[in-house]
T-cell receptor, first 114, second 115 residues
Framework: EAGVAQSPRYKIIEKRQSVAFWCNPI?????LYWYQQILGQGPKLLIQFQNNGVVDDSQLPKDRFSAERLKGVDSTLKIQPAKLEDSAVYLC????????????FGPGTRLTVT | AQKVTQAQTEISVVEKEDVTLDCVYETRDTTYYLFWYKQPPSGELVFLIRRNSFDEQNEISGRYSWNFQKSTSSFNFTITASQVVDSAVYFCALSGGRTGNQFYFGTGTSLTVIP
């Protein structure tokens, strides 16, 4: 069974530029998550989708971050414009049904904003 | 609101020693779920265990064991006879409600096993 796929793996941009990350969850998984993990910290949930509806986006900085889940499968996370403090690893995860189930994580995208 | 506290930032043990990683949580939900994840130096988070709030039975899986105590809001993780491959950052996490919303990770404990 294929795992969670993410691309790109690394991205370097200048502040005020925009960037997008892509995630393909495990086939059949209903719930998809995006996390931000700053070096030395635990992952922070940005947004949780169940199928193509948003379950929780309370910690998503909506003035600059946006996310969508197309047809309840793939998802993209966008930052526009980026700030220096957005430098982090962006993790995508999926779970079979809802947040009560274990999550499976992708390899992450390491974003550096200069 | 959910909260998870992992007070131990870094732990070092010598190989074959036992080590316990502490996790204390806060939630107002009566139904909730607790998890442990491992993040090795490669970076990819690996699921270790899931527990729901109604199941306080301790669990053992090989050298790993977990102690869930609702009375103290703790979900501790013990590695017996530690090995170098156990070196990683370990995260405790919590989700609340019947469908597990507001997923919250602790700050992690970095474990180094010295050969």
């Amino acid at each position: 069974e294929a795992g969670v796929a993410q691309s790109p793996r690394y991205k370097i941009i200048e502040k005020r530029q925009s960037v997008a990350f892509w995630c393909n969850p495990i086939s059949g998984h209903a719930t998809l998550y995006w996390y931000q993990q700053i070096l030395g910290q635990g992952p922070k949930l940005l947004i949780q989708f169940q199928n193509n509806g948003v379950v929780d986006d309370s910690q998503l900085p909506k003035d600059r971050f946006s996310a969508e889940r197309l047809k309840g499968v793939d998802s993209t996370l966008k930052i526009q414009p980026a700030k220096l403090e957005d430098s982090a690893v962006y993790l995508c995860a999926s779970s079979l049904f809802d947040g009560s189930y274990e999550q499976y994580f992708g390899p992450g995208t390491r974003l550096t904003v200069t | 609101a959910q909260k998870v506290t992992q007070a131990q930032t870094e732990i070092s043990v010598v190989e074959k020693e036992d080590v316990t990683l502490d996790c204390v949580y806060e939630t107002r939900d009566t139904t909730y779920y607790l998890f442990w994840y491992k993040q090795p130096p490669s970076g990819e988070l690996v699921f270790l265990i899931r527990r729901n709030s109604f199941d306080e039975q301790n669990e053992i899986s090989g050298r790993y064991s977990w102690n869930f105590q609702k009375s103290t809001s703790s979900f501790n993780f013990t590695i017996t006879a530690s090995q170098v491959v156990d070196s990683a950052v370990y995260f405790c996490a919590l989700s609340g409600g019947r469908t597990g919303n507001q997923f919250y990770f602790g700050t992690g404990t970095s474990l180094t096993v010295i050969p």
